[in-house]
């Protein structure tokens, strides 16, 4: 993980706690959005709109497909935040 | 599921569309609209009704040139939002397109059904802009009152000086336009009223562009249904009303008939919100043919839904194939030309096939270039083609999973 990733690591998964309304303690790093939480397309584009927002970037929404845990998330923002 | 799909093709009265109003970004009135058809005009043009600085993206598909004063006599133009002022002028055009008066309308008991998305969005987005940048104070009161998307429905009945009607605004989005009609179809048959004035009306907003937008669902330049390389949709704007009348009044006073409308049917699977459900629209379109009294053999031509995103076209041809087999009637979606005009797409669409009836040809689905393997139909490519209609099928599927079929058929053919 880079010191930029690291950093902001907090940072996005209270953001995706706070957008899929979902309890920090149940959030794992490889936790299934879909299948453990139970999250649906909707949550996932409001999670996408957040992260553009909250990080001042542009995600295309093909990359929903590799942001559905908290890892697969961090691997997207990385890249096109270019952390 | 709930099912309210009409059943009783075989009593009731014989219902006809005689006149056709269509406000829309590829012509005005029907006979330009029916050009615009035939020729396989595009609608798209860079979006001027709002400011799309920051997006990446800003076609869209607008009325250029709509004169509300044109078609109004009665009506303050400036007292109606947009939205209201196209499905005003489209009924004022349906009834004169019908060789109808205002006063001979008024001698009867009728129906204003007129389906829509958004109604005034657009107000309303400029309401708040108002109220964010001046305050609440500084908000226009002209613009409040018109905003109410009842309205749509209500203004036809003033702007004609219609009483004697009842006046009713649907808001079942994308598929709303096939609603009014059906509702329309229904007051005529059972001899509640003696016509309707139905259809659907939209005007383009921020609001609907921006949330498709953040779906990821906005086409950047063109829409290319069933393509596949197709990335989306246009917004777009327009109106379609048709006059409704049974085919006894019709005939009564030599009216010109663009086509019989035979059946109609609805269902709400309320899946998802927005993706569609390819069993439930299998079901819908089962329920429609089954109202009509034909055989998917009978059909000629199905005016799809045809969005222009992955999801849609997939879902729709897929239910389409599971009704009518390997191989399904020729398939054309209007929105590569009209974009997506929300509430007024399946009205304008079943104008668009009581044209393509009447005048003997199909409506072509545009910016095809490659077929997507995953939706193997016939769309009719680029150009239109001149054939004899008997039975034709518009589909209209919206968010919440409300899906609306109706079927019209030529009048006076042998089936």
Known sequence: MSTALAENADKIKSIVCYILELEPDEVMLDSSFVHDHGVDSMGAIELLAALEREFDVEIEPEQLARMTTLAGVQTVLAEVAGW | ?415
């Open chain 2, 1 to 415: 599921m709930t099912g309210m799909g009409t059943t009783h093709h075989a009593t009731g009265r014989r219902v006809v569309v005689t006149g056709i109003g269509a406000v829309s970004s590829i012509g005005t009135g029907a006979a330009e609209f029916t050009s615009g058809l035939r020729a396989g005009r595009s609608g798209v043009r860079p979006i001027s009704r709002f400011d799309t600085t920051g997006f990446a993206s800003g076609n869209g598909c607008e009325v250029p040139d709509f004169e509300p004063r044109r078609w109004l006599r009665t009506l303050d133009p400036d007292r109606l939002g947009r939205a209201t002022q196209f499905a005003t002028a489209a009924s004022s055009m349906a009834v004169a397109d019908a060789g109808l008066t205002a006063e001979q309308l008024r001698a009867v008991r009728g129906m204003v059904s007129i389906g829509t998305t958004d109604g005034e969005s657009a107000d309303l987005d400029s309401l708040v802009e108002t109220e964010i940048s001046d305050g609440f104070g500084a908000t226009d009161r002209l613009v409040v009152e018109r905003v109410s998307p009842v309205r749509l429905a209500t203004a036809t009945a003033q702007e004609l000086g219609l009483s004697n009607v009842e006046a009713t605004t649907f808001g079942t989005a994308c598929s709303a336009g096939n609603y009014a009609v059906s509702h329309g179809f229904d007051a005529v048959r059972s001899g509640e009223s003696e016509f309707a004035l139905c259809g659907g009306t939209d005007a383009m907003c921020r609001k609907t562009f921006t949330a498709f937008y953040r779906l990821g669902t906005i086409a950047p330049e063109h829409c290319q249904p069933f393509d596949a390389d197709r990335k989306g949709i246009l917004t777009g704007e327009g109106a379609g009303v048709l006059l409704l009348e049974s085919l006894d009044s019709a005939l009564r006073r030599g009216a010109e008939i663009y086509a019989e409308v035979l059946g109609s049917a609805l269902n709400c699977d309320a899946h998802h919100p927005v993706a569609p459900n390819q069993a439930s629209i299998a079901r819908c379109i089962r329920k429609a043919l089954n109202s009509s009294g034909v055989k998917p053999s009978d059909v000629d031509l199905i005016s799809a839904h045809g969005t222009g995103t992955k999801a849609n076209d997939i879902t729709e041809i897929g239910a389409i194939s599971e009704v009518y087999g390997d191989r399904p009637p020729r398939t054309v979606s209007l929105k590569s030309m009209l974009g997506h005009t929300m509430g007024a797409a399946s009205a304008l669409g079943v104008a668009a096939c009581a044209l393509a009836i009447k005048h003997g040809f199909i409506p072509p689905t545009i910016n095809h270039v490659r077929t997507d393997p995953e939706c193997p139909i016939d769309c009719v490519p680029n150009k239109s083609v001149a054939t004899e209609l008997n039975v034709v099928q518009n589909n209209g599927l919206a968010l919440g999973g409300n899906n609306a079929i109706v079927l019209l058929g030529r009048y006076g053919a042998t089936r």
